[in-house]
C-alpha cells in the first residue's frame, strides 16, 4: 500500500506498524497455543462490515472505529444492515469515498492539474468540435465539460480525464458527412447537432448495458495489434482530414466533395500544388513549427517543472489570434473562427429522445464502435494509472461510469462522446492529480471558457486548430516503428496481417469498415484458438519412471501399440467437437504437423490411455461428446483407461455412464498404475 503525502509523493507504509517481521514470526507459536490475545483485526469489524476510514493523505494509525466515535450503541442487525449498507454505497459511488475523506494536502496537486488540463483541453475541443466531428466548436467544449462532472461521482480511476477524443470525434464527423451527403430535404437546421446527441446517448446506453450485464472482460477479446492498426489508420485519415484546412482547401474539397480517405488523398496530390492558399499555409506550418518545437524544447528541461508545464497549445492559439486580429488575416483569405452562438434550445438541459429519435437507427453502428473503442482506451489509461499509483478498479464500473458521462452529456444538445485518454491521464497524475477533483475544475473552467471566453477567439484561424490536431497525432504515429519490429522479430505474422488489414480496410473505405471487419476477423481467431483442445502423446522419459509429451522430450520412448494422450484443459462444447478428429490425427500422424494426403506414420494403436489430470471441469455436451468418442474406440476393440480424473469430472462421468461403459477397473490414480496394470494384461 502507498500513502500520500503532503508534496505529492508516494510514500510505502504499512498497515500494521505494530507488527515487526522479528515479532510476528516469533508470536506465532503463542498464537496457536492461545497466548496471544490482541487480535490483529477488530473481530466486531469483520463480522458487522465496518470498515475503518481514513482521510486521504493521512496515516492509517489514525483509524478510529466508528462506534468509538459516538459511542452509540445500535442494535447488532440495525448496525450490521447499516454498515453493509454504507459499504456498498461507497463501492458503487466512489465519490462518497473519497469526498468526506478528502485532504487538503491534496488541493494543490488537484488543482494545479485541473488548471493544466484545462489550458490543452479547451483548444483542443474546439479543434476536435470543428475540424473532426464538423460541428460547432461548443460541441467540444461541452463535451469536455458536462460528462467529467458524472464521472467524477462514478469513476473508479483518480486519474482518468474524459472528454472528447479524436478517433472518436472523426467517426461522428463521418456520421455527419454521410447525413449531409445523403438526400435529407425535410432535416432541420441543427441536425448535424441532433446527430450527435444521438450518438452520445446510445454510446452512454450501450456501455452502461455492458457494464451492467458485466462485459467489462471484452478488452482482453481485441489483440494488441488490431489496436495498433486501428490507432495508426485513425492518425492517417486524420492527418489527410486537417491537411485540407491546413492548405486552404476547404471550399475546393466542399465542391469537389471527396468521400473516402483514399479519395481525400487523391484530391491532396491533384491540387495541393496548384490551387493552395499560401497565407494559410504559411500561417498552419507556422503554428505546427512552433508547438513541435515548444514540445520538443520541453523535453530537454523536464527537470524544470515551469518550462515542463508551459501550455504550449494554449500559448499558439493566444498567439496566432493576436496576430490574426492586428493583421487582419480573415482579409488576406485566412478562414477564422468567427461569432460562435451557443445553441442549446430553449433549455441548456433537454431529453435526447425529444428530436433524435428519427437520427438513431441510422447511427447505432458508429454509436457501437465508439463505446468499443471509447472503453478500451479509457481502460487502458485507468488501469495504467492504478498500477502506477498503487490502487484498483473495476471494468464493469469503468463501464457503468462512462456511460452515465455519456447519458449525462447527451442532456446537453450537440455533445460528442466522451471518454478517457492515456495522454491526459497522464499529464493528469505527473502535474498532481490524485483524486477526481482535478477533473471537476478542468470541466468547471473549460465551462466558463465556454460561455465567457468564446467571443476572444473570434480571430482564431482555424488552420491553427488543424495544426493543433496534428501535433496530436503525431503521438499515434510514436509507437507504430516499435510494434512493427516487434512483431516482425518475433514472426508474428498473424497480428502482422491483422494490423495492416486493419489499417488497410480504414483508408480505403473508412475507419467503421475496416475496424468492424477486423473485430469479426479477431473473434473468429479466438473462437477458433478456444475450439482446439490441447493434446499431448506422452511417452517414457528413457531411464525414469516418469512420463512427458514427446515433442517437447525428443528421447522419450513411444510405447508400441499404446497411445497415450493428456488433455491439457477443461472439456466444453467448443473445444470437444473436435476432438474425435484430434485424436485420429494424433494416432496415424503423431505431434508434427502432417498433411491428410500423407501416409500415416504410426500404427493404429490397440490401447488407448487418457491422462486427464489437468481436466478441471467438463460440462453436459463435453461428456456426451466423449462417452460418444468412447463408444466408438470400443467398437474398434480399442482398450480405454482413464487416469488422473479429477473429482467433479469423475462424477459427471458416473451420472453419464462412462463409468458403466468402460468398467471401474478402467480408472486409475495414476499413469503408472495404469501402465503396470497394461502390462501384466
Known amino acids: 500500500m502507498t500513502q500520500q503525502s503532503g508534496d505529492n509523493t508516494t510514500e510505502p507504509v504499512s498497515w500494521f506498524h505494530s507488527l515487526s517481521t522479528a515479532t510476528s514470526v516469533s508470536s506465532l507459536p503463542g498464537m496457536v497455543h492461545g497466548e496471544e490475545r490482541t487480535p490483529l483485526v477488530n473481530q466486531s469489524d469483520v463480522e458487522a462490515g465496518r470498515t475503518s476510514h481514513v482521510q486521504y493523505g ?21 448496525s450490521k444492515r447499516n454498515s453493509m449498507f454504507r459499504k456498498r454505497v461507497r463501492y458503487y459511488v466512489p465519490s462518497t469515498a473519497w469526498i468526506p475523506d478528502y485532504s487538503v494536502s491534496l488541493l494543490g496537486g488537484d488543482l494545479l492539474a485541473g488548471v493544466t488540463l484545462a489550458a490543452m483541453l479547451i483548444p483542443q475541443s474546439v479543434s476536435y468540435g470543428t475540424s473532426l466531428a464538423k460541428l460547432s466548436p461548443t460541441t467540444g467544449l461541452f463535451a469536455a465539460a458536462i460528462p467529467p462532472i458524472m ?29 449531409r451527403r445523403g438526400d435529407h430535404h425535410t432535416r432541420p437546421e441543427d441536425a448535424d447537432a441532433i446527430i450527435s446527441t444521438a450518438i452520445t446517448f446510445q454510446v452512454g446506453l450501450f456501455a452502461s448495458m455492458l457494464g451492467f450485464f458485466r462485459l467489462g472482460f471484452l ?20 492527418t489527410v482530414e486537417q491537411l485540407v484546412p491546413m492548405i486552404g482547401l476547404v471550399a475546393l474539397e466542399n465542391k469537389m466533395n471527396p468521400e473516402s480517405t483514399l479519395d481525400k488523398i487523391i484530391f491532396l496530390l491533384e491540387f495541393s500544388w496548384s490551387d493552395h492558399h499560401k497565407p494559410t499555409m504559411l500561417v498552419s506550418f507556422g503554428a505546427l513549427f512552433v508547438l513541435i518545437f515548444m514540445r520538443t524544447l520541453k523535453g530537454y528541461f523536464r527537470r524544470t517543472w515551469w518550462i515542463e508545464r508551459l501550455p504550449e497549445v494554449l500559448f499558439v492559439v493566444v498567439l496566432s489570434t493576436i496576430i490574426s486580429g492586428y493583421l487582419r488575416w480573415d482579409k488576406e483569405g485566412v478562414d477564422i473562427l468567427g461569432v460562435i452562438p451557443i445553441k442549446t434550445g430553449g433549455h441548456f438541459f433537454s431529453l435526447p429522445l425529444k428530436q433524435s429519435i428519427s437520427y438513431i437507427r441510422g447511427t447505432t453502428s458508429t454509436a457501437v464502435l465508439i463505446t468499443i473503442m471509447g472503453f478500451l482506451d479509457s481502460t487502458v489509461a485507468a488501469k495504467q494509472n492504478a498500477d502506477r499509483f498503487g490502487y484498483s478498479i473495476s471494468p464493469n464500473r469503468e463501464l457503468v461510469a462512462l456511460g452515465a458521462a455519456n447519458l449525462f452529456g447527451s442532456l446537453v444538445p450537440g455533445t460528442l462522446p466522451a471518454f478517457g485518454s492515456i495522454i491526459r491521464s497522464k499529464i493528469n497524475g505527473d502535474v498532481g492529480a490524485r483524486t477526481q477533483l482535478a477533473s471537476l475544475v478542468t470541466a468547471g473552467i473549460t465551462l466558463l471558457a465556454t460561455f465567457f471566453l468564446l467571443p476572444y477567439l473570434y480571430y482564431l484561424p482555424r488552420c491553427v486548430l488543424a495544426s493543433i490536431i496534428c501535433l496530436f497525432v503525431i503521438s499515434l504515429f510514436s509507437e507504430v516503428p516499435h ?33 468492424i471487419v477486423s473485430l469479426i476477423i479477431s473473434l473468429l481467431l479466438v473462437i477458433k484458438r478456444s475450439s482446439h483442445t490441447r493434446l499431448n502423446i506422452l511417452g517414457r522419459i528413457p531411464g525414469t519412471d516418469q512420463w512427458g509429451p514427446i515433442a517437447d522430450n525428443p528421447g522419450a520412448e513411444d510405447v508400441p501399440g499404446i ?51 489437468d481436466v478441471e471441469t467438463c460440462d453436459a455436451s463435453a461428456v456426451q461428446i466423449f462417452h460418444e468418442l468412447l463408444e466408438t474406440y470400443q467398437n474398434r476393440g480399442v482398450e480405454l483407461f482413464v487416469t488422473h480424473l479429477r473429482s467433479g469430472p469423475r462424477e459427471m462421468f458416473e451420472r453419464a455412464g462412462i463409468e458403466e461403459l468402460l468398467g471401474s477397473e478402467a480408472f486409475f490414480a495414476t499413469l503408472g498404475d495404469a501402465m503396470a496394470s497394461i502390462a501384466q494384461q
Open 563 to 613: 497411445l497415450i494422450i493428456r488433455i491439457r484443459e477443461s472439456l466444453d462444447f467448443a473445444n470437444t467437437a473436435q476432438l474425435k478428429e484430434r485424436l485420429r490425427r494424433l494416432e496415424l500422424y503423431g505431434p508434427e504437423r502432417t498433411h491428410p494426403s500423407e501416409e500415416p506414420r504410426r500404427q493404429p494403436a490397440s490401447t488407448l490411455v487418457f491422462h486427464m489430470a
Open 483 to 515: 510494434d512493427l519490429t516487434y512483431y516482425w522479430r518475433i514472426r508474428a505474422w498473424t497480428d502482422l496481417a491483422m494490423m495492416f488489414l486493419t489499417f488497410s480496410l480504414s483508408v480505403i473505405w473508412n475507419v467503421e469498415i475496416g475496424i
Open 58 to 78: 493521512s496515516s492509517p494509525s489514525m483509524r478510529t472505529s466508528t462506534s468509538e466515535n459516538t459511542g452509540v450503541e445500535l442494535p447488532k442487525d440495525t
Open 151 to 179: 464521472y467524477s461521482l462514478l469513476g473508479t480511476s483518480r486519474q482518468l480525464n474524459v472528454a472528447p477524443e479524436a478517433a472518436l470525434s472523426l467517426l461522428v464527423g463521418q456520421a455527419v458527412s454521410d447525413y
Open 219 to 238: 478488452d482482453v477479446v481485441l489483440s494488441r495489434a488490431l489496436l495498433r492498426g486501428f490507432v495508426t489508420a485513425v492518425a492517417f485519415v486524420i
